[in-house]
């Protein structure tokens, strides 16, 4: 018997989902305000221990962690790991941004060695992911969107009673702030597009035009990541930020002409994160969705039809389906967290995490900056 619980922090919200793999029961399955968490971080633990009150000491926890870190527990964690996975300046820590909310509950995550809390990798730290495709890139997936491939991975292996070795598709996640993607092939996740270098989001601009970041660099010296949640589908609808939410958004689509240019704007961003995806890996057998937006009733058909049509314009027979959950408050990541803790524990999906080689992960995510080491040594000493 193996109790496993899985966080995923989102720009919204963070989720947690636990199950117990013998009974199927789901020991949690909640989503606490991202706000309250940067307020008081220490809400996710008082949480984690109420759990092991209620059914006894929890076998895993794989805890949110960023842009991530080789596997590890996290009491083994160094501080520079915590700070690399959350890097940020330091006029965005005095601005106390989300992330700083998030650096925090790792630090308490460490500091409380009882609980069997675990960090986990994103898609750069991956030794399935060729070095090339490495080459110049930070955000390929966070931890958190690697969550999210762990239950699409478990699904359709599950769904076509198939081995894992067997399991092709592009994961696409459509969240708040960013459209992130992932490619997995023979099981195994060997690219990605993650939101801030594929294309918009519906907040994020996604990737940045260089002359752009070198006309920023200029004129703003306090560069803040605030601007990374600038100038995506929010904005060419002329939205403020934060101010309209998915469900708004749809029934804005049908009556306001710039939010449906911005609808357009979003449905080809994902094709071409999709397109993007189909050189490495390129007759999947599915593309499997989550997000808040795959459960906006009017954006998701009209997605879910982009994406089926385009599909078939080019020849490629995958099915596009969202990725089926147990949980009805958690989001997809934080059921492919707990998913990705059951099989640090040994339970039914040891397997699972074995063949997707996340105990050989290992590096940091400046360590493919193929520039001047000296570039390299300064930007990686800067945020250490």
């Not at 907040?203 to 010296?221: C, I, Q, T, V």
């Amino acid at each position: 018997m193996v109790k496993a619980i899985g966080i995923d922090p989102g720009t919204m919200s963070i989720d947690i989902y636990g199950f117990d793999d013998v009974t199927g029961e789901t020991i949690v399955d909640t989503s606490i305000p991202r706000d309250r968490l940067t307020e008081n971080p220490a809400v996710v633990v008082d949480l984690l221990r109420d759990i092991e009150a209620r059914y006894g000491k929890v076998d895993a926890i794989v805890g949110p962690c960023g842009y991530g870190m080789p596997l590890k527990r996290a009491r083994e964690a160094e501080d520079w790991e915590i700070k690399l996975a959350t890097f940020v300046s330091a006029e965005d820590v005095k601005r106390r941004l989300k992330i700083i909310g998030l650096r925090e509950l790792m630090f308490l995550m460490k500091k409380n060695s009882d609980l069997n809390i675990w960090f986990s990798p994103g898609v750069i730290h991956l030794p399935t992911v060729p070095r090339y495709r490495k080459a110049n890139r930070i955000d390929m997936g966070t931890a958190d969107k690697v969550y999210t491939v762990v239950a699409a991975v478990r699904d359709q292996a599950e769904l076509y009673g198939i081995p894992y070795s067997e399991v092709s598709l592009v994961a696409v996640e459509i969240g708040f702030a960013y459209t992130a993607a992932i490619a997995v092939e023979k099981g195994k996740i060997v690219d990605g597009v993650g939101g801030t270098i594929g294309w918009p989001g519906y907040l994020g601009m996604g990737f940045m035009d260089s002359e752009l970041a070198y006309a920023l660099a200029n004129a703003y010296p306090g560069f803040s990541k605030l601007l990374l949640f600038r100038g995506g589908i929010s904005d060419i609808a002329g939205f403020k930020p934060f101010s309209v939410m998915p469900d708004q958004f749809s029934k804005l689509i049908e009556k306001d002409a710039k939010a449906r240019e911005a609808y357009e704007a979003m449905v080809e961003a994902i094709l071409k994160d999709i397109s993007t995806l189909l050189v490495a890996v390129r007759k999947p057998r599915e593309i499997l969705l989550s997000g808040r937006f795959t459960r906006v009733p009017g954006v998701r058909e009209g997605i879910f039809t982009a994406i089926e049509d385009f599909l078939s314009d080019l020849g490629i027979k995958a099915r596009v389906r969202s990725i089926r959950r147990r949980a009805r408050e958690a989001k997809e990541a934080a059921e492919g967290a707990s998913i990705l803790a059951n099989g640090i524990a040994g339970g039914k999906y040891r397997e699972l995490i074995e063949h997707m080689e996340f105990r050989r992960s290992s590096g940091t995510i400046f360590d493919f900056i193929i520039l001047d080491p000296e570039v390299r040594e300064k930007i990686f000493g800067f945020f250490k």
